[in-house]
Protein backbone atom coordinates (compact mmCIF):
# COMPACT_ATOMS: atom_id res chain seq x y z
CA UNK A 1 0.00 0.00 0.00
CA UNK A 2 0.98 3.53 -1.17
CA UNK A 3 1.02 5.79 1.74
CA UNK A 4 -0.25 9.42 1.30
CA UNK A 5 1.22 11.46 4.05
CA UNK A 6 -0.52 14.79 5.05
CA UNK A 7 -0.30 17.81 7.07
CA UNK A 8 2.06 16.69 9.99
CA UNK A 9 3.25 13.50 8.78
CA UNK A 10 4.70 15.26 5.98
CA UNK A 11 7.24 15.52 8.19
CA UNK A 12 7.35 12.63 10.12
CA UNK A 13 6.69 9.96 8.23
CA UNK A 14 9.34 11.61 5.12
CA UNK A 15 12.17 11.35 7.83
CA UNK A 16 13.06 14.66 7.68
CA UNK A 17 13.56 14.58 11.13
CA UNK A 18 17.09 13.24 10.77
CA UNK A 19 19.47 12.76 13.99
CA UNK A 20 22.89 12.50 13.26
CA UNK A 21 26.38 14.06 13.49
CA UNK A 22 26.05 16.05 10.69
CA UNK A 23 23.78 17.25 7.30
CA UNK A 24 22.48 13.85 5.68
CA UNK A 25 23.71 13.37 2.23
CA UNK A 26 20.98 14.82 -0.32
CA UNK A 27 19.32 12.17 -1.83
CA UNK A 28 20.17 9.22 -0.11
CA UNK A 29 17.34 7.03 1.29
CA UNK A 30 18.63 3.96 2.77
CA UNK A 31 21.92 4.50 4.65
CA UNK A 32 22.49 6.82 8.11
CA UNK A 33 23.95 10.18 8.11
CA UNK A 34 27.37 10.60 7.48
CA UNK A 35 29.04 12.31 10.26
CA UNK A 36 32.43 13.65 9.50
CA UNK A 37 31.33 15.68 6.22
CA UNK A 38 33.31 17.75 4.15
CA UNK A 39 30.92 20.61 4.38
CA UNK A 40 31.09 21.43 8.07
CA UNK A 41 31.52 21.03 11.85
CA UNK A 42 30.00 17.89 13.17
CA UNK A 43 26.99 19.87 14.21
CA UNK A 44 25.86 21.67 11.27
CA UNK A 45 21.90 21.73 11.12
CA UNK A 46 20.01 19.17 9.35
CA UNK A 47 18.12 21.23 6.09
CA UNK A 48 14.85 18.75 7.14
CA UNK A 49 14.96 19.43 10.90
CA UNK A 50 11.62 21.08 11.54
CA UNK A 51 11.00 24.57 12.86
CA UNK A 52 7.30 25.82 14.08
CA UNK A 53 7.31 29.19 13.26
CA UNK A 54 8.16 30.59 9.35
CA UNK A 55 10.21 33.50 10.74
CA UNK A 56 13.82 32.85 11.03
CA UNK A 57 13.64 34.07 14.90
CA UNK A 58 12.93 30.76 16.69
CA UNK A 59 13.65 32.67 20.08
CA UNK A 60 10.24 34.77 19.47
CA UNK A 61 7.60 33.89 21.23
CA UNK A 62 5.00 32.06 19.31
CA UNK A 63 1.91 34.46 18.35
CA UNK A 64 -1.49 33.75 19.11
CA UNK A 65 -3.49 31.02 17.26
CA UNK A 66 -5.65 32.82 14.77
CA UNK A 67 -9.09 31.14 14.69
CA UNK A 68 -10.55 33.40 11.99
CA UNK A 69 -11.39 31.54 8.66
CA UNK A 70 -8.75 31.31 5.99
CA UNK A 71 -11.31 29.66 4.00
CA UNK A 72 -14.61 26.95 3.73
CA UNK A 73 -14.80 23.27 2.10
CA UNK A 74 -18.04 22.93 1.84
CA UNK A 75 -19.03 25.05 4.66
CA UNK A 76 -16.04 23.32 6.58
CA UNK A 77 -13.99 26.13 7.65
CA UNK A 78 -9.70 26.49 7.82
CA UNK A 79 -8.54 28.58 9.85
CA UNK A 80 -5.49 30.78 9.71
CA UNK A 81 -3.91 29.19 12.47
CA UNK A 82 -4.10 25.92 10.84
CA UNK A 83 -2.61 27.49 7.70
CA UNK A 84 0.20 28.77 9.68
CA UNK A 85 1.13 25.41 11.04
CA UNK A 86 0.96 23.66 7.71
CA UNK A 87 3.31 26.97 6.09
CA UNK A 88 5.53 26.20 8.78
CA UNK A 89 6.04 22.28 7.85
CA UNK A 90 6.24 23.29 4.34
CA UNK A 91 9.37 26.00 5.04
CA UNK A 92 10.47 23.45 7.15
CA UNK A 93 11.49 21.37 3.66
CA UNK A 94 12.40 24.04 1.37
CA UNK A 95 14.07 26.99 3.83
CA UNK A 96 18.02 25.66 2.81
CA UNK A 97 16.84 25.63 -1.03
CA UNK A 98 15.18 29.61 -0.82
CA UNK A 99 17.98 32.24 -1.14
CA UNK A 100 17.99 35.05 1.34
CA UNK A 101 16.63 37.59 -1.45
CA UNK A 102 14.05 35.47 -2.40
CA UNK A 103 12.83 34.20 1.47
CA UNK A 104 9.77 37.10 1.45
CA UNK A 105 8.66 36.09 -1.75
CA UNK A 106 8.80 32.28 -0.87
CA UNK A 107 6.76 32.57 2.43
CA UNK A 108 4.02 34.29 0.09
CA UNK A 109 4.28 31.00 -2.29
CA UNK A 110 4.22 28.36 0.67
CA UNK A 111 1.34 29.61 2.17
CA UNK A 112 -0.86 29.62 -0.67
CA UNK A 113 0.22 26.01 -1.38
CA UNK A 114 -0.23 25.03 2.59
CA UNK A 115 -3.97 26.40 1.87
CA UNK A 116 -4.45 24.85 -1.33
CA UNK A 117 -2.80 21.52 0.89
CA UNK A 118 -5.52 21.91 3.48
CA UNK A 119 -8.56 22.41 0.83
CA UNK A 120 -7.30 19.40 -0.87
CA UNK A 121 -7.33 17.21 2.20
CA UNK A 122 -10.49 18.26 3.23
CA UNK A 123 -12.08 17.71 0.00
CA UNK A 124 -10.99 13.64 0.62
CA UNK A 125 -11.55 13.81 4.43
CA UNK A 126 -15.06 14.42 3.71
CA UNK A 127 -15.26 12.08 0.47
CA UNK A 128 -14.19 9.37 2.70
CA UNK A 129 -16.96 10.37 5.45
CA UNK A 130 -19.47 9.90 2.47
CA UNK A 131 -18.39 6.62 1.68
CA UNK A 132 -18.70 5.87 4.96
CA UNK A 133 -14.66 4.83 5.28
CA UNK A 134 -13.76 3.82 8.59
CA UNK A 135 -9.89 3.24 10.32
CA UNK A 136 -8.86 0.30 12.24
CA UNK A 137 -7.65 1.92 15.73
CA UNK A 138 -4.94 -0.84 15.78
CA UNK A 139 -3.64 -0.34 12.97
CA UNK A 140 -3.73 3.66 13.81
CA UNK A 141 -1.70 2.49 17.06
CA UNK A 142 0.78 0.64 15.10
CA UNK A 143 1.26 4.00 12.24
CA UNK A 144 1.62 5.61 15.38
CA UNK A 145 4.46 3.57 16.95
CA UNK A 146 6.09 3.36 13.70
CA UNK A 147 6.75 7.40 13.61
CA UNK A 148 7.78 7.43 17.50
CA UNK A 149 10.23 4.59 16.77
CA UNK A 150 12.16 6.49 14.34
CA UNK A 151 13.60 8.73 17.51
CA UNK A 152 16.70 7.34 19.64
CA UNK A 153 13.88 7.90 22.86
CA UNK A 154 10.70 9.12 23.94
CA UNK A 155 12.26 12.72 24.78
CA UNK A 156 13.55 13.37 21.49
CA UNK A 157 10.04 12.60 20.08
CA UNK A 158 8.18 14.62 21.95
CA UNK A 159 11.02 17.73 21.67
CA UNK A 160 10.03 17.48 17.94
CA UNK A 161 6.56 17.70 18.62
CA UNK A 162 6.83 20.36 20.72
CA UNK A 163 9.27 22.14 18.35
CA UNK A 164 6.39 21.69 15.54
CA UNK A 165 4.13 23.32 18.04
CA UNK A 166 1.86 19.89 17.99
CA UNK A 167 0.65 17.29 21.05
CA UNK A 168 0.82 14.09 20.68
CA UNK A 169 -3.63 13.99 20.20
CA UNK A 170 -2.83 15.83 17.48
CA UNK A 171 -0.26 13.62 15.45
CA UNK A 172 -2.20 10.89 16.19
CA UNK A 173 -5.34 12.71 14.84
CA UNK A 174 -3.60 13.10 11.87
CA UNK A 175 -2.19 9.27 11.41
CA UNK A 176 -5.81 8.74 11.31
CA UNK A 177 -6.99 11.09 8.77
CA UNK A 178 -4.04 9.81 6.59
CA UNK A 179 -5.39 6.50 6.71
CA UNK A 180 -8.68 7.05 6.19
CA UNK A 181 -7.91 8.54 2.71
CA UNK A 182 -5.39 6.03 2.12
CA UNK A 183 -8.31 3.66 2.44
CA UNK A 184 -10.30 6.35 -0.17
CA UNK A 185 -7.61 6.40 -2.57
CA UNK A 186 -6.82 2.84 -2.44
CA UNK A 187 -10.71 2.16 -3.04
CA UNK A 188 -10.45 4.71 -5.96
CA UNK A 189 -7.21 3.38 -7.97
CA UNK A 190 -8.02 -0.34 -7.16
CA UNK A 191 -7.97 -0.43 -11.17
CA UNK A 192 -4.97 1.42 -11.40
CA UNK A 193 -2.30 0.28 -14.21
CA UNK A 194 0.49 -1.31 -13.36
CA UNK A 195 3.82 -0.51 -15.76
CA UNK A 196 4.79 -3.60 -17.92
CA UNK A 197 8.00 -4.55 -18.72
CA UNK A 198 8.73 -2.48 -21.79
CA UNK A 199 7.74 0.67 -19.73
CA UNK A 200 10.08 -0.63 -17.56
CA UNK A 201 13.32 -1.29 -20.28
CA UNK A 202 12.70 2.51 -21.65
CA UNK A 203 12.57 4.23 -18.21
CA UNK A 204 16.15 2.73 -17.81
CA UNK A 205 17.41 3.53 -21.32
CA UNK A 206 16.27 6.98 -21.34
CA UNK A 207 17.45 7.45 -17.63
CA UNK A 208 20.90 5.48 -18.26
CA UNK A 209 22.26 8.27 -16.69
CA UNK A 210 20.64 7.86 -13.54
CA UNK A 211 21.58 4.11 -13.31
CA UNK A 212 25.74 5.02 -13.41
CA UNK A 213 26.76 4.55 -9.42
CA UNK A 214 29.94 6.57 -7.84
CA UNK A 215 33.07 4.24 -6.08
CA UNK A 216 31.99 4.58 -2.30
CA UNK A 217 32.57 2.82 0.79
CA UNK A 218 30.49 2.02 3.88
CA UNK A 219 32.28 2.31 7.03
CA UNK A 220 32.09 2.95 10.74
CA UNK A 221 34.25 4.65 12.96
CA UNK A 222 34.90 5.46 16.94
CA UNK A 223 35.74 9.28 17.52
CA UNK A 224 37.29 10.70 20.38
CA UNK A 225 36.34 14.55 19.84
CA UNK A 226 38.87 17.19 20.42
CA UNK A 227 37.90 21.07 21.35
CA UNK A 228 40.56 24.03 20.21
CA UNK A 229 41.34 24.62 23.43
CA UNK A 230 42.48 21.12 24.31
CA UNK A 231 46.42 21.76 25.37
CA UNK A 232 48.92 18.82 24.02
CA UNK A 233 48.28 17.16 27.10
CA UNK A 234 44.65 17.02 26.94
CA UNK A 235 44.77 15.75 23.37
CA UNK A 236 47.48 13.04 24.08
CA UNK A 237 45.68 11.47 26.90
CA UNK A 238 42.43 11.49 24.26
CA UNK A 239 44.53 9.64 21.35
CA UNK A 240 45.85 7.28 24.25
CA UNK A 241 42.87 6.59 25.07
CA UNK A 242 41.75 5.58 21.29
CA UNK A 243 44.75 3.81 21.30
CA UNK A 244 43.44 1.07 24.14
CA UNK A 245 40.25 0.90 22.50
CA UNK A 246 42.37 -0.07 18.99
CA UNK A 247 44.27 -2.21 20.84
CA UNK A 248 41.15 -4.01 22.26
CA UNK A 249 39.70 -4.19 18.38
CA UNK A 250 43.00 -5.97 17.83
CA UNK A 251 42.39 -8.83 19.67
CA UNK A 252 38.94 -9.01 18.19
CA UNK A 253 36.48 -6.90 20.59
CA UNK A 254 33.66 -5.81 18.49
CA UNK A 255 33.89 -2.58 17.02
CA UNK A 256 30.37 -1.40 17.06
CA UNK A 257 29.69 -2.41 20.97
CA UNK A 258 33.28 -0.28 21.55
CA UNK A 259 31.59 2.32 19.41
CA UNK A 260 28.48 2.42 21.35
CA UNK A 261 30.25 2.99 24.35
CA UNK A 262 33.26 5.19 23.91
CA UNK A 263 32.23 7.24 20.28
CA UNK A 264 31.58 11.00 20.80
CA UNK A 265 29.88 10.77 17.52
CA UNK A 266 25.65 10.58 18.10
CA UNK A 267 26.30 7.20 15.11
CA UNK A 268 27.18 5.40 18.27
CA UNK A 269 23.91 4.18 18.52
CA UNK A 270 24.43 2.57 15.49
CA UNK A 271 27.46 1.13 16.49
CA UNK A 272 29.37 3.76 14.78
CA UNK A 273 28.06 2.93 11.01
CA UNK A 274 28.09 5.95 8.70
CA UNK A 275 26.40 4.38 6.09
CA UNK A 276 27.28 4.22 2.56
CA UNK A 277 29.32 7.29 0.78
CA UNK A 278 30.91 8.56 -2.10
CA UNK A 279 34.62 10.45 -2.19
CA UNK A 280 34.63 13.87 -1.34
CA UNK A 281 32.05 13.78 1.31
CA UNK A 282 34.19 13.42 4.41
CA UNK A 283 36.83 15.82 5.34
CA UNK A 284 39.87 15.06 3.61
CA UNK A 285 42.16 13.00 6.25
CA UNK A 286 39.10 10.79 7.03
CA UNK A 287 38.37 10.21 2.99
CA UNK A 288 41.65 9.50 2.06
CA UNK A 289 42.32 6.84 4.69
CA UNK A 290 38.48 5.43 3.90
CA UNK A 291 38.52 4.74 0.13
CA UNK A 292 42.67 2.71 0.68
CA UNK A 293 40.69 0.26 3.00
CA UNK A 294 39.20 -2.89 2.21
CA UNK A 295 36.19 -4.42 3.80
CA UNK A 296 37.10 -5.60 7.45
CA UNK A 297 39.57 -3.32 7.48
CA UNK A 298 40.41 -0.88 10.87
CA UNK A 299 42.49 2.15 10.02
CA UNK A 300 45.09 3.20 12.54
CA UNK A 301 44.45 6.35 14.33
CA UNK A 302 43.12 9.18 12.40
CA UNK A 303 43.84 12.65 13.39
CA UNK A 304 41.03 15.38 11.40
CA UNK A 305 39.79 18.66 13.48
CA UNK A 306 37.00 16.75 14.83
CA UNK A 307 39.38 14.79 17.04
CA UNK A 308 40.73 10.86 16.62
CA UNK A 309 38.93 8.31 15.01
CA UNK A 310 39.43 4.23 14.58
CA UNK A 311 37.74 3.64 11.02
CA UNK A 312 36.55 0.12 9.85
CA UNK A 313 35.22 -0.33 6.53
CA UNK A 314 32.68 -2.49 6.02
CA UNK A 315 31.76 -2.43 1.90
CA UNK A 316 33.47 -1.16 -0.89
CA UNK A 317 31.85 -0.46 -4.18
CA UNK A 318 33.82 0.38 -7.44
CA UNK A 319 32.15 3.21 -9.22
CA UNK A 320 29.63 0.85 -12.67
CA UNK A 321 26.75 0.38 -14.03
CA UNK A 322 23.93 -0.87 -12.18
CA UNK A 323 22.31 -3.60 -14.34
CA UNK A 324 18.53 -3.23 -15.47
CA UNK A 325 17.40 -6.41 -13.60
CA UNK A 326 18.94 -5.24 -10.19
CA UNK A 327 17.11 -2.09 -10.78
CA UNK A 328 13.99 -3.19 -11.93
CA UNK A 329 12.35 -3.45 -8.59
CA UNK A 330 12.95 0.48 -7.91
CA UNK A 331 11.76 1.46 -11.65
CA UNK A 332 8.57 -0.04 -10.78
CA UNK A 333 7.73 0.93 -7.64
CA UNK A 334 9.29 4.47 -9.03
CA UNK A 335 6.57 4.31 -11.85
CA UNK A 336 3.83 3.12 -9.96
CA UNK A 337 4.31 5.94 -7.58
CA UNK A 338 4.30 8.24 -10.48
CA UNK A 339 0.99 6.83 -11.76
CA UNK A 340 -0.68 7.03 -8.38
CA UNK A 341 0.30 10.66 -8.54
CA UNK A 342 -1.44 11.51 -11.60
CA UNK A 343 -4.29 9.76 -10.35
CA UNK A 344 -5.01 11.36 -7.25
CA UNK A 345 -4.53 14.73 -9.01
CA UNK A 346 -7.15 13.74 -11.56
CA UNK A 347 -9.53 12.31 -8.27
CA UNK A 348 -8.65 16.09 -6.59
CA UNK A 349 -9.58 18.37 -9.98
CA UNK A 350 -12.77 15.82 -9.91
CA UNK A 351 -13.91 16.34 -6.56
CA UNK A 352 -13.03 20.44 -6.55
CA UNK A 353 -15.17 20.51 -9.81
CA UNK A 354 -18.29 19.26 -7.36
CA UNK A 355 -17.21 21.12 -4.27
CA UNK A 356 -18.02 24.55 -2.72
CA UNK A 357 -14.35 26.27 -2.03
CA UNK A 358 -14.61 29.85 -0.57
CA UNK A 359 -11.60 31.71 0.50
CA UNK A 360 -11.57 35.09 2.73
CA UNK A 361 -10.79 38.10 1.77
CA UNK A 362 -6.96 38.16 1.32
CA UNK A 363 -6.66 34.43 0.75
CA UNK A 364 -7.19 33.92 -2.69
CA UNK A 365 -4.29 32.18 -4.40
CA UNK A 366 -1.20 34.52 -5.19
CA UNK A 367 -0.66 34.76 -9.08
CA UNK A 368 2.76 33.61 -8.91
CA UNK A 369 3.70 29.50 -9.24
CA UNK A 370 4.33 27.51 -6.03
CA UNK A 371 8.04 25.68 -7.57
CA UNK A 372 6.96 22.25 -7.29
CA UNK A 373 8.70 19.88 -5.27
CA UNK A 374 12.03 18.65 -6.52
CA UNK A 375 10.93 15.36 -8.60
CA UNK A 376 11.79 12.25 -7.22
CA UNK A 377 14.53 10.87 -8.63
CA UNK A 378 15.27 7.62 -10.52
CA UNK A 379 16.26 4.49 -7.41
CA UNK A 380 18.76 4.78 -5.82
CA UNK A 381 22.02 2.40 -6.14
CA UNK A 382 21.94 -0.32 -3.67
Same mark, same amino acid.
Given at each position: ???????????????L???????????S????????????????P???????????????????????????????????????? =??????????????????????????????????????????????????????????F??????????????????T?????????????????????????? =????????????????????D????????A?????????????????????????????????????????????????????????????????????????????E?S?????????????V????????????? =???????????????????????????? =????????????????????????????
Amino acid at each position: MNRVPTGLLIILVSGLVVFGCSKREQGSTAEPAPSVTAAGPADAPDPGTPSAPVSEDSSAPAPAPDNSMAASVNGKEITRSDVDR =ATAVLFSQYRDRIPPERMEQAKVMLRNQALENLINKNLLMQEADREGIQVDQQAADTDFKKISDRFPNPEEFRKALTTMGVSDQDLRSEVRDNLKVEKLLDKDM =AGLKKPGGEEVDAFYREHSRDFQKPERVRASHILISTAPDDTAEVKAQKRQKLSGLQGQVKQKADFAQLARENSDCPSKSQGGDLGYFERGKMVKAFDEVAFQMKPGEVSDIVETEFGYHLIKVDDHQQAGTIPLEE =ARGDITSFLEQQNRQKAMESYLQKLRGA =AKVEYAAGMQPAPMPMPPPASMPPPAAP
